[in-house]
T-cell receptor
Framework: KNQVEQSPQSLIILEGKNCTLQ??????????LRWYKQDTGRGPVSLTI?????NTKSNGRYTATLDADTKQSSLHITASQLSDSASYIC??????????FGKGTHLIIQP | DTAVSQTPKYLVTQMGNDKSIKCEQN?????MYWYKQDSKKFLKIMFS???????INETVPNRFSPKSPDKAHLNLHINSLELGDSAVYFC?????????????FGPGTRLTVL
């Protein structure tokens, strides 16, 4: 069964600091790895999509990495801002399930 | 200029009632989806339509019936609502089918069944 696990479950950091969110996935056959940002009460918004041949992809202050051998991905946020407070969802693409969503990491940026 | 819109945003109803949620996208995408996000925050796909044709129908009760009058609209009708149907329902769209493209999500409809 396809699974996506994220850590930590929640994270609190000070404004201006960097942070890294982790994702382990078991998706077969694997096609792509996505990161979404979901603000409270809103729908998820795509940050990055990486195919199995890509190692890194950036979107502004967000940088995602992918290691297809260890089936791990990370999302690094640089110089955090208050507006970065949200849930960050890792999603594995592929297989009969189409997309397998993780539970998300709830990130809080404190001033 | 909303890309994917849903109505209503909130829906509170009694058990046993029938309700509908509407979704519209103005992105010109061929594929639309319905997702359910439960209290544990997992998003799970329910249905996918490509050019008005059903292409994915996950294991959901047949009380849930999607309808796509055209490729810009995908509505969700729910019969005989149950307590367990309480969740946030998200509509999404993507340029093509196949889960290789970016998906664009609507704002969600929070359904509460009393």
């Amino acid at each position: 069964k396809n699974q996506v696990e994220q850590s930590p479950q929640s994270l609190i950091i000070l404004e201006g600091k960097n942070c890294t969110l982790q994702c382990n996935y078991t998706v077969s056959p694997f096609s792509n790895l996505r990161w979404y940002k979901q603000d409270t009460g809103r729908g998820p918004v795509s940050l990055t999509i990486m195919t199995f041949s890509e190692n890194t992809k950036s979107n502004g202050r967000y940088t995602a990495t992918l290691d297809a051998d260890t089936k791990q991905s990370s999302l690094h946020i640089t110089a955090s801002q208050l507006s970065d407070s949200a849930s960050y969802i890792c999603v594995g693409g592929g297989g009969a399930d189409g997309l397998t969503f993780g539970k998300g990491t709830h990130l809080i940026i404190q001033p | 200029d909303t890309a994917v819109s849903q109505t209503p945003k909130y829906l509170v109803t009694q058990m046993g009632n029938d309700k509908s949620i509407k979704c519209e996208q103005n992105l010109g995408h061929d594929t639309m989806y319905w997702y359910k996000q439960d209290s544990k925050k997992f998003l799970k796909i329910m249905f996918s339509y490509n050019n008005k044709e059903l292409i994915i129908n996950e294991t959901v009760p047949n009380r849930f019936s999607p309808k796509s009058p055209d490729k810009a609209h995908l509505n969700l009708h729910i019969n005989s609502l149950e307590l367990g149907d309480s969740a946030v329902y998200f509509c999404a769209s993507s340029p093509i089918a196949g889960f290789t493209d970016t998906q664009y999500f609507g704002p969600g409809t929070r359904l509460t069944v009393l």
